[in-house]
């Protein structure tokens, strides 16, 4: 049973590079989110979904986006990387908004 | 509006009890949970109150619910090496059918020897 498989674990993109940030869930859940971890600030919310076809801005959605084609896949994409995006980016699950949620190991993405 | 506060750091020896305190601001929370993170790993949950509970044991985990001053604890009895982590406490708030969980800012549990 994976559950929330996040990949890259570790990335090192250089300013206005793109790239995209993989999350996919074995669990059939619903609701899927994209959080950032940054010292001292806790987990801000990025972007959610409620489910397949639908996605929602969270708290700093400013320089990504997101989509989700299918129930199992929500992936993160950053347009033009800046130094202010290097963070640990988490990808989460749940069968609903707001019940228990299970995340991925992380991505640890910096830009230089 | 919705904010959960945390102290960032608490250092306690090995054996004694850990007390990691939450604070929030929306009464509305339906449910409150704590998470732990350990060095290099994702968030897991380590337990949940209900909003109408006072107080939750499981095994070494005491969670303690004020709602009057909206104040959550966890208590960790006999504190081991293993339960050095971040601790993140969450609520779940009602938003519009769409309940929406807010994380406080973690508090970073060290054991001394």
Redesign the interface.
């Known amino acids: 049973n994976a559950g929330?498989t996040q990949t890259p674990k570790f990335q090192v993109l250089k300013t206005g590079q793109s790239m995209t940030l993989q999350c996919a869930q074995d669990m059939n859940h619903e609701y899927m989110s994209w959080?950032r971890q940054d010292p001292?600030?806790?987990?801000r919310l990025i972007h959610y979904s409620?489910g397949a076809g639908i996605t929602d801005q969270g708290e700093v959605p400013n320089g990504y986006n997101v989509s989700r084609s299918t129930t199992e896949d929500f992936p993160l994409r950053l347009l033009s990387a800046a130094p202010s995006q290097t963070s640990v980016y988490?990808c989460?699950s749940?069968y609903?908004?707001?019940?228990?949620?299970?995340?991925?190991?992380?991505t640890r993405l910096t830009v230089v | 509006g919705e904010d959960?506060e945390?102290s960032?750091f608490l250092s306690v020896r090995e054996g004694d009890s850990s007390v990691i305190n939450c604070t929030y601001t929306d009464s509305s929370s339906?449910?409150l949970?704590w998470?732990k993170q350990e060095p290099?790993?994702?968030?897991?949950?380590l337990t949940?109150i209900f909003s109408n509970m006072d107080m939750k044991q499981d095994q070494r985990l005491t969670v303690l619910l004020n709602k009057k001053d909206k104040h959550l604890s966890l208590r960790i009895a006999d504190t081991q090496t293993g339960d050095s982590a971040i601790y993140?406490c969450a609520e779940?708030?009602?938003?519009f059918g769409?309940?929406?969980?807010t994380?406080?800012?973690?508090t970073r549990l060290t054991i001394i020897p």
Do not use: C, D
């Open positions: 929330v959080y001292g600030m806790g987990l409620v988490f989460a749940s609903r908004q707001g019940t228990e949620a299970f995340f991925g190991q992380g | 959960v945390q960032l339906t449910y949970y998470y290099g790993a994702g968030l897991q949950l949940y993140f779940s708030i009602p938003n769409n309940e929406k969980l994380f406080g800012t973690g």
